[in-house]
């Protein structure tokens, strides 16, 4: 959205004010006056997309305010593929940054398809939007994150379905030490190994 002529934004969940439209619009009808498509079958995002300034009113706004919210846009919620496409396809996507973590470490990190839907399942639950993700995540790679450091022979950690419903512990592949860790070493036993001239 270019923002350029916008003096300002308000934004928010609104948490009750499809109650408001749908009483408005005639939900709580009693009778036999039914019609297919009537707002009894209607979503929450379709109700929403009738959403009239007097509802906001009800809402609990003051009037001068709504007067100065000339345009209201309605956004669609995030569905489970919405998520997983934020988790992983982003630009800076969570799972690339734990990705690259543990690439410091010289550790692959695979995240499968399944456990992605997953976290995005979960996330959807907990209806706090795409903000439950990071925090999902990172419950998940604790403990990976914890004991990476002092293991020196992980060659890959791997996240599955079963991992992201808290039904098994992520799976840890083990290597050969890396060349980089290899050398590391052999200096150390060297400088063991070998008085200096100082001494």
Not at 56 to 80: A, H, Q, W, Y
Not at 136 to 144: G, Q, S, T
Request: glycine share 10%; charged share 30%; net charge negative.
């Amino acid at each position: 959205v270019n923002t350029e002529n916008i003096l300002f934004i308000c934004g928010g969940a609104f948490v009750g004010l499809e109650k408001i439209v749908r009483r408005r619009l005639g939900a709580n009808t009693v009778g036999w006056d039914y019609t297919p498509g009537s707002v009894k079958e209607m979503n929450d995002g379709q109700v929403m997309r009738e959403l009239a300034p007097e509802d906001l009113v009800k809402f609990g706004m003051i009037p001068e305010f709504i007067g100065r919210l000339p345009v209201v846009s309605v956004l669609d919620e995030l569905t489970v593929a919405d998520l997983e496409h934020i988790l992983h396809g982003t630009r800076n996507a969570i799972l690339k940054q734990f990705a690259k973590l543990l690439a410091l470490e010289g550790v692959k990190l695979t995240f499968t398809a399944d456990a992605a839907r997953a976290v995005a399942e979960k996330a959807l639950e907990l209806k706090t939007g795409a903000r439950a993700l990071r925090a999902i995540v990172e419950k998940l790679m604790l403990d990976v994150m914890f004991d990476l450091p002092e293991t020196s022979n992980i060659e890959e950690v791997i996240i599955n379905g079963e991992v992201a419903k808290g039904r098994a512990k992520p799976e840890i592949r083990h290597g050969e030490a890396s060349e980089t860790r290899e050398k590391s070493s052999g200096r150390g036993e060297t400088q063991r190994g070998e008085p200096s001239e100082a001494a």
